[in-house]
């Protein structure tokens, strides 16, 4: 469960979130949207643990593991699978202690490393990598090629695979869609779909996230604001509140109104101005 709790964000001088508070659900699927600049980067920059609330809190599992997709890729000469299954940084990390513990003769070291390999899947990542890949609209030649020898936009998606590779309990994707054309959209959202975690998004694409979110998150005037369903629930759901108050609206206007002319005809009469006060204060 994800907690925001009585919290205040600022950037520089101005306000993006005062005093919000919101509960997300284990295995939600969360839409996050807002206008531009109002704090969604600045939110997924608190879960990421990058930036510190100025005050409240947000609450979540230490344990819980934490992906989201790099904004910058380095020209590497790494092939674009090997550095796609670099997002597994639990696997990079056992075959970095194998290769210590084999260096140093250590058997029963070794032992275990292995049975933690096992139950990392090590022996499908190749092929998990690849099969990811080629969703993303990678040929396997692609594959072997050099990340450097890849445009920005291919790069990007090299990002995504390398989050999508990370095992996560929270997933966390900013325009995930963007350099994508359809047919890697349509695949992403079926991956997206089957995912187990809690996963949050920032899209300007409501049919991507009218395919995959079930809860929407939004920030107006700087409070969280949650509904259940997708965008377009969203936007049926948000337009009745505003038709709702847009009629209370009225009738107080109108009620308004009638006070005002009791006030104005009858504060001057010293029978009626007890009365007169009292629609005042009203």
């Not at 997933?171 to 187990?196: F, G, S």
């Not at 259940?228 to 206007?253: C, H, P």
């Amino acid at each position: 469960m994800i907690r925001f709790l009585n919290l205040t964000l600022r950037r520089g001088v101005k306000v993006l979130i005062d005093g919000a508070d919101a509960t997300l659900n284990p295995g939600d699927k969360i839409g996050l949207i807002g206008a531009n600049g109002a704090g969604k980067s600045s939110l997924f920059a608190l879960l990421r643990g990058e930036l510190h609330a100025d005050k409240g809190d947000v609450d979540f599992p230490s344990r819980w593991r934490v992906a989201h997709v790099a904004q910058e890729t380095p020209p590497l000469p790494r092939a674009a699978v090997d550095y796609a299954i670099d997002g597994d940084t639990a696997l990079r990390r056992l075959e970095r202690e194998l290769e210590e513990a084999e260096a140093a003769n250590d058997g029963e070291r070794i032992g275990e490393i292995y049975a933690e390999l096992a139950d990392a899947d090590a022996y499908t990542v190749r092929s998990r990598a690849e099969r990811l890949l080629h969703g993303l609209g990678f040929t396997h030649e692609q594959m072997t090629q050099p990340v450097a020898s890849f445009s920005g936009g291919w790069r990007m998606r090299l990002n995504l695979a390398q989050a999508l590779m990370c095992p996560s309990d929270l997933l966390l994707l900013d325009e995930p869609t963007n350099h994508l054309d359809l047919d890697a959209i349509i695949w992403v959202e079926d991956w997206l779909k089957r995912y187990q975690g809690t996963l949050v998004i920032i899209s300007h694409d409501r049919d991507f996230l009218d395919g995959v979110v079930n809860v929407i998150l939004h920030i107006d005037n700087t409070k969280l604001k949650r509904y259940s369903g997708n965008y377009s629930d969203f936007e049926r759901q948000r337009a009745a509140a505003i038709v709702l108050l847009a009629g209370m609206a009225e009738k107080q206007a109108r009620e308004r109104a009638h006070l005002e002319s009791f006030i104005n005809r009858f504060k001057a009469q010293a029978s009626k101005a007890r009365q007169a006060q009292s629609r005042m204060k009203m």
